[in-house]
């Protein structure tokens, strides 16, 4: 069973930084590409951000341009999430998701993904 690890999740003050990292269980998913969701109370799950499996090619909701960014590295197999500049509203739950087949370029589509983390909670105080 494939397993995505999210961990650097915690409690911060508006303004402050996190780092986000994700840890497949297998080394074939530093092939595809990766993205990361997140879902606050009472709301639906969002897409945050995505990146290709080469590490060129991104994708940003507009809620989060300019103060996060996705990288990865596929040595390490891992995908990062930085979160600069960190605001009350983006506090949910963070998830990593990939999708079945290599290769591609990362969607905002949820259904595009097919294996998800547990979740790392992200609160920011005001």
């Known amino acids: 069973q494939v397993q995505l690890e999210e961990s650097g999740g915690g409690l911060v003050q508006a303004g402050d930084s996190l780092r986000l990292t994700c840890t497949p269980s297998?080394?074939?998913?530093?092939?595809?590409?990766m993205g990361w969701f997140r879902q606050a109370p009472g709301r639906d799950r969002e897409f945050v951000a995505a990146?290709?499996?080469?590490?060129?090619?991104?994708l940003y909701d507009d809620s989060v341009k300019g103060r996060f960014t996705i990288s990865r590295d596929n040595a390490e197999n891992t995908v990062s999430l930085q979160m600069n500049n960190l605001k009350p509203e983006d506090t949910a739950i963070y998830y990593c998701?990939?999708?079945?087949?290599?290769?591609?370029?990362?969607?905002?589509?949820?259904?595009?993904?097919?294996?998800w983390g547990q979740g790392t909670q992200v609160t920011v105080s005001s």
């Open positions: 990146i290709d499996w080469k590490g060129i090619s991104t």
């Open positions: 297998e080394r074939t998913f530093n092939r595809r590409a």
């Open positions: 998701a990939a999708p079945r087949f290599p290769n591609g370029l990362g969607s905002h589509r949820a259904s595009q993904y097919s294996y």
